[in-house]
């Protein structure tokens, strides 16, 4: 297991890149569910700096799980917010402008764009990953193809 989160300045793609083998270290071998989130929530939170960065587990209803950030909304339906979409959609929704999102909740007014991410066992959405930022326009298709890969390890 890595002890300590090694990451270089440079461009969006090329932390990435060093990041996910780092991930891949860290939940490879440790089978429990929760722990992995944690780590992989802060090493996120760490490496980009990002506003909130965490999970939200599928129990019939979104439900906050390990996150690193301000306070947050602690329950989503199914389909609500940017969240209950890619929960619903079973898809990566990227939202450059939370304002302009239809049902957007906002957990924190300071939240400006957002990406969230589905974990999938077994056929089925469990989690999913949700990342804030602070400045508008900042999630990609960069981040959706780094954060699809790094669910996948879970």
């Known amino acids: 297991m890595a002890e300590e989160l090694k990451i270089k300045a440079g461009s969006k793609e090329e932390k990435y890149r060093e990041l996910v083998p780092q ?58 917010g940017v969240c209950g979409t890619a929960w619903e959609r079973g898809e990566t929704v990227i939202v450059p402008d939370v304002d302009a999102f239809p049902g957007h909740i906002a957990c924190s007014s300071l939240s400006r764009s957002e990406i969230v991410v589905p974990v999938w066992k077994e056929g089925e959405v469990v989690a999913v990953l949700d990342i804030d930022s602070k400045e508008l ?12 890969e790094v669910v996948k390890m879970l």
């Open 23 to 80: 991930v891949k270290a860290v939940v490879e071998g440790e089978s429990d569910l929760i722990a992995n989130m944690a780590n992989v929530a802060s090493m996120l939170h760490e490496t980009f700096g990002f506003w909130w960065t965490g999970f939200y587990r599928v129990m019939g209803e979104l439900v906050l799980g390990p996150f690193q950030g301000p306070l947050a909304c602690t329950r989503i339906p199914k389909g609500k």
């Open 137 to 148: 326009g900042t999630f990609d298709e960069v981040d959706k193809r780094y954060l699809e």
